[in-house]
């Protein structure tokens, strides 16, 4: 069979054109440092790189709320070891006035005392967590317990706090209600009740009464202290969470360098390879065409 000049010209010149684009793309790669940039260079390992950096995508998300849940059960925490300290304060004061020796000034002094306890624990049942948002408000309002023109305090907040998601399907809860644990307010039980029911025995002297009020702020301790360690399990769970998004974290990346980087040692190569070939198909083309041109010529 007869080669024509042109077949033999287009031959040529499609080789040529082939290794120069397949060393182009090995260049390319070698200098980013990435096998896959296309579809077209892997199709199956370009989807199951997109498939990793949607994981990705999902696992930091999960990975961010669990660092906003570790922040607030830190806030609710320390919130609530300030509560502790300023309610055994109170449990000290009722000690004492329950004594049969101090006199009415001793006991305005203790009252006077105790108003700065209300006042702090007031203010710890009302801060704000790192959202702006009150920590111990429940599922609703801006704030949660209110101070009447009376001073009775009263619970503002509804229902319990939303859990915050970490995929999965797994959540947490990172703040709790005021109302569970502090109490409904002033006339109900819990911290705010057993504080205004130790003020109103020490207006009259009332030991049996100061005595119960005692009773009923221990109460109160032992419901924050529980609360405490309830937070405490909730942050530890937390802590074996992230560890277990940042192993899988890893562990996508390291799929993804296998996947989408180049084996260097391997490129190289074969980038010298196509080079040498390139170089004897563009010097056979050389001389082709130099013959083919003397032989019209001659």
Not at 137 to 163: C, H, L, M, N, Y
């Amino acid at each position: 069979m007869r080669i024509s000049t042109n077949q033999l010209y287009s031959r040529a010149t499609g080789q040529i054109n082939g290794l120069s684009m397949d060393a182009n793309r090995l260049q390319t790669q070698i200098a980013t440092n990435k096998r896959v940039e296309a579809p077209s260079d892997d199709a199956t390992a370009w989807r199951r790189i997109q498939s990793l950096n949607r994981d990705d995508a999902i696992g930091k998300a999960d990975a961010a709320n669990v660092d906003l849940a570790q922040t607030l059960l830190g806030e609710t925490d320390i919130a609530l070891g300030s509560a502790e300290t300023q309610l055994q304060r109170a449990q000290e004061l009722a000690i004492q006035a329950a004594t049969t020796t101090l006199n009415a000034s001793d006991r305005a002094a203790i009252a006077s005392e105790l108003d700065g306890i209300v006042d702090e624990l007031l203010s710890l049942a009302n801060q704000s967590d790192v959202r702006g948002q009150p920590l111990f408000g429940g599922a609703t309002g801006d704030t949660a317990f209110v101070k009447a023109a009376d001073g009775s305090i009263a619970f503002a907040g509804s229902g319990e706090p939303a859990a915050i998601p970490f995929g999965n399907g797994d959540s947490v809860h990172a703040t709790v209600s005021g109302e569970r644990v502090f109490g409904s307010g002033s006339a109900g039980g819990g911290a705010f009740g057993a504080l205004a029911s130790l003020s109103a025995a020490l207006q009259v002297g009332d030991v049996d009464a100061i005595g119960m009020a005692s009773d009923a702020i221990g109460g109160a301790l032992d419901t924050i202290g529980a609360t405490r360690s309830s937070v405490g399990a909730r942050a530890i769970r937390l802590d074996y969470t992230l560890e277990r998004l940042d192993t899988a974290a890893t562990t996508r990346a390291e799929s993804r360098s296998a996947l989408e980087e180049v084996d260097m040692t391997a490129a190289i190569t074969e980038l010298q390879k196509t080079l040498t070939v390139l170089d004897a198909t563009q010097s056979s083309f050389s001389q082709l065409t130099s013959l083919s041109l003397f032989d019209y010529l001659r």
